[in-house]
């Protein structure tokens, strides 16, 4: 990279932290005032820098409408699905990438099984919220109010003897997930398929997207799929900073 775009670029961090004067950009950069002055200029005339009234500089709008753009075209199944190819390689059993949106989980990816048994699921298919994995880290990492109001609201069907009951134990179970970073299913939708499941995460910490491992007692026991866990966090791991733009799709597991 050349010196000049490189002190353009580290001029945007700096102001990340608040407004400061042509000095002070100066200081951090370690050059004369004339070319944190000509950086500063070159940066304002693409809407980068905005110089306000009392002569301190701070990001300008441009700035955010291009991360929003970005953002916004960010698809998370374009980047995960690689990892999640890759996860189901090592192995076997079925792997699903899910989001939430409009209060639906969806599936969105999907990597089926080796085996010959196997879950039954599609992409586009709205998951048990009360039960599913990936639903429970998804609504997990919901601000405290929204999330205790979706759990009064929600309706708690019995499917097996192992799924939740009520709202109460829902947020009690939401909590613990929020808190380990990580979640499960067993037997709570399904008496014969367990699942467990890892967030993927954006720049900001907020969840954009939840993974999951799913597969039959026939084929694995619950404690065995649980000794997968560390192989699906760090798989989710690498699709986060993937999809935050913080390390290069080699790191993978």
């Known amino acids: 990279m050349s010196q000049t775009v490189d002190r353009a670029l580290s001029i945007l961090p700096l102001l990340a932290e608040g407004p400061a004067d042509l000095g002070q950009v100066a200081e951090r950069l370690g050059v004369h005032k004339s070319t944190a002055l000509r950086l500063l200029r070159t940066l304002h005339e693409h809407g980068l820098v905005y110089r306000q009234s009392d002569q301190r500089y701070r990001l300008g709008a441009r700035l955010f409408a291009l991360a929003q753009q970005a953002v916004e075209n960010l698809d998370v199944r374009d980047i995960a699905h690689p990892h999640l190819v890759r996860l189901n390689e090592e192995c076997g059993h079925t792997v699903h990438l899910a989001v939430y949106e409009e209060n ?146 080699k790191d993978a597991p």
Request: charged share 25%.
């Open 104 to 249: 639906e989980v969806l599936y969105i990816d999907k990597v089926d099984s080796r085996y010959p048994v196997r879950m039954y699921s599609r992409i586009g298919k709205p998951v048990a919220l009360t039960v599913a994995a990936v639903a429970k880290l998804l609504l997990a990492d919901l601000p405290e109010p929204e999330r205790r109001a979706l759990a009064e609201k929600l309706d708690y069907p019995r499917y097996t003897p192992r799924s939740t009951p009520n709202a109460a134990a829902f947020l009690t179970e939401l909590a613990l997930v929020r808190e380990q970073g990580w979640a499960t299913d067993l037997g709570g939708h399904e008496e014969s398929i367990n699942c467990v499941a890892a967030p993927v995460r954006g720049a900001d910490g907020r969840l954009v997207a939840a993974m999951s491992v799913s597969a039959p007692n026939v084929v694995v026991s619950a404690d065995e799929l649980l000794t997968l866990l560390p192989l699906v966090r760090r798989t989710a791991d690498v699709i986060s900073r993937e999809y935050s733009g913080n390390s290069p799709a």
